[in-house]
């Protein structure tokens, strides 16, 4: 049975959301229709709750559950406050698994703007072997690099291996650092601080990422001359279509477990 979505923001990745639901056979309307919607989509990661989220909020009906991708705290307390029920879509691990692939893809776009040597022939640190590390890792032994995983545990380290990688824990990054002019890290944690930062080659470049704070000190980074860029929410920047579309079917996917599509 077709529903009414209202799709909150006009981005590339909310538009193709919405495109998606279109073509799934569903309607969808703006903001200031939100009182007629079965469901509001929210954008991802709001700090802040914008004019046109406040609308929704504000006119939504009793009950009109909200889809909401990693929500700032500004948001989850106006969703409370307007006593609407909230889902993170993001939380679903079949999106994170999917995500990984427009992530690791807008890194090695990264790697091709702000190096200046081809990806084949050179050597790459990888810290953290989850989702978005294998991605990343298996797409620059791809395109011919040579890959090193650096992480905790002794699975993600195994798999690595298995995959072709040279795998280290995390304890040898002091002697490793020296010879890598490139780092990409995606755990969560710091693990490059400023002391680690100190073995870094001058001309490094170090690409994190991880979700806010990241996993490198910046601000030693800073001070010591090293470029560390925060790559943030890379599918909506370099691939917002497939991230809208992903969005999209991961929504329907945990509203029909739901049984809220029937």
Known sequence: MPK??????YDARQRAAAQALRTAGHHVVGPDA?????????PMSQDRVSDEVARALQTARQGTLLLAGRPGA???????EA?????DYFQRPELECLNAVPTAEGCLAMLLRLR?????????????YGRVGRAVA???ELLGGHVTVAARNGEQRANAR????????LTALPDLLPDFDTVINTAPALILSRPLLKKLPPEALIIDLASSPGGTDFAAAADLGIRAEHALALPGKCAPRTAGVLI??????????????A
């Open 4 to 9: 009414t979505f209202c799709v909150v923001g």
């Open 34 to 42: 939100a009182a007629r919607a079965d469901f509001v989509l929210l």
């Open 74 to 80: 500004p948001v989850e307390r106006a969703a409370r």
């Open 83 to 87: 006593n609407l029920p909230m889902v």
């Open 116 to 128: 200046q040597r081809t990806i084949w022939e050179s050597d790459f640190l990888v810290v953290g």
């Open 138 to 140: 298996r797409r620059l």
């Open 162 to 169: 298995c995959a072709g990688h040279h795998a280290v824990t």
């Open 248 to 261: 999209a079917q991961t929504v329907l996917a945990l509203l029909e477990e739901r049984g809220s599509l």
